[in-house]
């Protein structure tokens, strides 16, 4: 991780804002805008009905209706355990700014509308792709997959891809929300900001690093 000498001077009194996710689309912005590498990668955290975690990297979509918005494949294995268990885990980490976003609450799925607005704006190859991979279900080889893509390109060839109905997306509702920001000799801010409902206003607290 960077030094953060650059960031030491400018240490905040207050939080960055009173509502936590305008603060992560902001550090998003900048993010891109310095070139962060991956700025839009999160680590997703989801358990099984009987507390089984498991974590991957899926990527920042954007906010809709208040919540953090992926995508994946339903039959994949962390729809099974959001189906199971409804609740996850977010974090987003931009090294360049030295800052992190963890966001926790409950999740459902995004309506029919959202994920084919989303699903529009993909390349088409990223399209044919949702097709042709099973997620998280064994294969049994690489030219299985490569076949499998194939097929789907043949059968959409010169025509629009259709959005699987096994594919969309799941907005997460944040219940939680810590914003990091590193300060020099360890000594970095952090607040948290927690809400009962969707609807009522954020209370925040600073943590000790």
């Known amino acids: 991780m960077p030094d953060s000498e650059d960031f030491a001077s400018d240490a905040p009194t207050a939080a960055p804002g009173p509502e936590p996710l305008s603060v992560l689309n902001a550090w998003y912005d900048e993010a891109v805008r310095r070139g962060d590498p991956m700025p839009d990668a999160m680590t997703l955290a989801t358990a099984s009905a009987d507390g089984r975690p498991s974590a991957r990297i899926v990527l920042y979509k954007g906010l809709q209706r208040g919540a953090v918005l992926f995508v994946t494949n339903y039959t994949s294995r962390k729809a099974r355990e959001l189906t199971e268990n409804p609740r996850a885990a977010l974090v987003m980490h931009f090294p360049l700014l030295e800052r992190q976003v963890r966001l926790e609450g409950r999740v459902e799925k995004a309506t029919a509308a959202e994920s084919e607005a989303y699903f529009r704006s993909r390349p088409r190859g990223s399209q044919l792709g ?80």
């Open 130 to 209: 949702a097709w042709a991979s099973p997620q998280s279900r064994p294969i049994a080889s690489r030219a299985e997959l490569d076949a499998r893509a194939q097929g789907v390109e043949q059968r959409f060839v010169g025509g629009d891809v259709a959005r699987p109905d096994f594919w969309g997306g799941y907005l997460v509702f944040p219940e939680t929300v810590e914003l990091w920001l590193g300060r020099k000799d360890r000594l970095h801010d952090r607040f948290l900001y927690t809400r009962e409902t969707d609807a009522a206003p954020w209370t925040i607290s600073r943590l000790a690093p």
